[in-house]
């Protein structure tokens, strides 16, 4: 753990991983991996790679969503399902979906997203997009192919989050960064 709590490295016997609640950006949270992921190959010599994964929780929220309904004019309507049911869609407090996209070349993501109540955000209704994009596989250890598939994977998921909201909320969050 990092003094502050913000970051979280772990090592177990068949994994590693590298987590944080308080993301900058892609430059400085790729160096950090990049760091542990040698530190751990120079400590343990792993021979196999088996999964290599990338988790973006994005918990959105906006001032004028008040209900569920209100995503309509935030996100990409085909992600929203029942909300924009005609009779339906005012009596929706709450919506989850949970995907699992298989879009080539090994890569697959779970994709779960929804207008939820969150904790973290009790008084204003929060979207959720929850990607876990990743590679299955079993080969040897190498740090730069590793390196080179989360980068990958980074640009899939910064796709399927332009996929989810629309260009306005995108220029919102932009705006309030």
Known sequence: HSTDQAWNAVVMPDSFSLETTRYADWIDFRARLENFTRAVAAAIEPSLEQRVGLR????????????????????????????????????????????????????????????????????????????DCYVQRGQPFDVDQILEVVEDLHTLALQIFQQAVTPELYSYLKDSE
Do not use: M
């Not at 029942?82 to 709450?94: D, K, N, Q």
């Not at 070349?105 to 929850?130: K, N």
């Open 56 to 131: 973006f929780i994005d918990r959105i929220t906006h001032p004028d969503v008040k209900k569920a309904g209100d995503w309509i004019q935030w996100i990409n309507r085909s992600f929203l399902g029942p909300i924009t049911h005609e009779i339906l869609g005012e009596a929706v407090a709450t919506s989850q979906q949970v995907l699992q996209l298989d879009v080539g070349e090994g890569r697959s993501v779970i994709l779960r997203h929804g207008a939820v109540s969150d904790a973290e955000s009790p008084h204003q209704l929060t979207y959720l997009l929850d990607q």
